[in-house]
């Protein structure tokens, strides 16, 4: 008998293998595959790849076997645009980072965030009126965005630079899905999109440039991560440079606008859609904060509230994500050599009926205590797990439950009637043609 091999998904194309099904209806792809067994091959372009469609494998490759790991060949892509940042970086050069980064994330410091993230949603909400409609996607990621420039990179000084990411953002973000799925080759070609995404790094460089120059020149602690970031020293006293900081300006820009502000918008689709949800997240929030905003203090008294949020990231979450072996490892039996590249899904483990019965259905109270229990470890994967956890994950919490309510204290979103929605993969999965109406509670 041989060694153990994985199931190859079936149907590549001669050269670009399956990364035309995985771009096409990378959604319907993924959730296929558990069926095939537990770690798949598949061909993508020049590239060969497994995928891990169990709790347990995913556990290895995130958490308890998590050393032999760094990040795959989406870090390597993604460099053009994010530099050697938090997101891009392995091993000791990861950790020394995420070492320097985690303040900025403290419980202390996310409840501090509280304040710019009731300002922003304050100026979203103020320019709605009776019957106005909405591309509520796109008001979500303008105030995700607002709100990392705010709270990240508070000072006025870094305003032009968060104009100038809100306008290049959407752009970045589909070159670089693109560059993953697609041969190298491709990316280098002058095609409209290669040539606007050159222009657009530019000029967030250009941007991020001015912001930091202007910080340096302050030279004083607004308590934010761009002063983090220039006031931070190493062992030898050491600071950043310019293309340091500037790389983990664009890293938490990219990261924390699209994920919260995808959650966001399918948190007013799905709530539409389930009047009976709806009624409890509303009494709850006039029960437990009366008119007022919330604060993270509030946060474990809005289980309705929250638990429907949960349910958006779960439903709705990153559908791809990679490491590649930094030594032979075995999965599922199968033994890779190193070098291998490993695929994680949380979009597929989230829709696998095995984990979450009834995986399609909108159901916030999965999330009660009584049920959640049952989850296996490793299938609720949505910010990830181990070493890479989202950093922004209690930031991100906030910050959709700061806007979520202030918008249920005043209005209703309803569905615009013919608009059809559908689930499109970019970076993340958000709702393409989602239109919602205002009107008064
Ligand atoms: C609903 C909102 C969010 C979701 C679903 C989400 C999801 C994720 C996931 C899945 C990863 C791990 C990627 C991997 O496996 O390599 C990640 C990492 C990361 N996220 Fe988030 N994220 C969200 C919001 C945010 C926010 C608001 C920020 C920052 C303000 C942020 C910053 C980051 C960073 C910097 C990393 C890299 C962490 C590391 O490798 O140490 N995210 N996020």
Same mark, same amino acid.
């Given at each position: ?36 067994? #537990?770690? %798949?091959? &598949?061909?993508? $372009? ?35 645009? &994010? ?19 985690? #303040? ?5 410091? %996310?409840?501090? *965030? ?55 953002? #959407? ?118 904060? $009366? ?20 349910? *958006? ?16 490892? %075995? ?58 956890? *989202? ?16 918008? *249920? ?33």
């Amino acid at each position: 008998m041989g060694q153990p091999t994985a199931v190859r998904a079936p149907g590549a194309w001669p050269v670009l293998g399956r990364a035309p099904a995985l771009m096409r209806r990378p959604l319907r792809f993924l959730t296929s595959l558990p069926e095939l067994g #537990p770690l %798949v091959q &598949l061909r993508l $372009g020049p590239l060969s790849a497994y995928i891990v469609t169990t709790p347990e494998l995913t556990r290895q490759v995130l958490v308890t076997g998590a050393q032999d790991f760094e990040r795959g060949r989406f870090s390597r892509k993604l460099t053009r645009t &994010l530099g050697a940042g938090l997101a891009t970086t392995s091993g000791q050069q990861h950790r020394t980072q995420r070492r320097m980064l985690q #303040p900025a994330f403290s419980r202390t410091a %996310v409840a501090a *965030c509280a304040e710019p993230m009731r300002s922003a949603a304050e100026s979203v909400l103020s320019e709605w009126t009776p019957g106005r409609v909405i591309d509520i996607n796109k008001a979500m990621d303008a105030y995700a965005s607002d709100v990392v420039a705010r709270s990240l990179f508070g000072s006025q000084v870094a305003a032009p630079a968060a104009v100038e990411f809100r306008h290049s953002l #959407p752009g970045l973000l589909r070159d670089m899905v693109n560059r993953t799925l697609l041969p190298e080759w491709w990316a280098g070609l002058p095609t409209p999109g290669n040539r606007r995404a050159a222009r657009d790094l530019a000029r967030v460089d250009a941007a991020a440039h001015a912001a930091i120059t202007a910080y340096r020149a302050a030279d004083r602690g607004a308590g934010d991560l761009l002063s983090l970031l220039v006031a931070a020293r190493d062992e030898d006293g050491t600071g950043l440079s310019d293309t340091q900081v500037r790389d983990q300006m664009v890293t938490f820009t990219l990261a924390g606008v699209e994920t919260t502000g995808a959650t966001l918008a399918w948190f007013f689709h799905e709530l539409a859609h389930h009047p009976e949800v709806e009624r409890r997240v509303l009494d709850e929030i006039d029960a437990v904060l $009366g008119g007022r905003a919330p604060a993270l203090d509030d946060l474990p008294a809005l289980t309705e509230t929250t638990h429907a949020l949960l349910e *958006c990231t779960r439903l709705y979450a990153s559908w791809i994500q990679m490491r590649r072996a930094t030594r032979p490892v %075995v999965l599922d039996g199968v033994e890779l050599p190193a070098g291998t590249e490993v695929i994680y899904s949380p979009y597929l483990l989230h829709h696998d009926p095995r984990w979450f019965p009834a995986p399609e259905a909108f159901d916030p109270d999965r999330w009660n205590a009584d049920r959640a229990g049952v989850i296996p470890n490793g299938a609720y994967v949505a910010f990830s797990a181990g070493v890479h956890k *989202c950093i922004g994950e209690s930031f991100a919490f906030l910050e959709a439950v700061t806007f979520a309510v202030m918008a *249920c204290q005043r209005w209703r979103l309803r569905p615009v009637p013919g608009a059809p929605v559908r689930p499109v993969a970019t970076g993340v999965v958000h709702p393409k043609g989602l239109v919602m109406s205002v009107t008064p509670r």
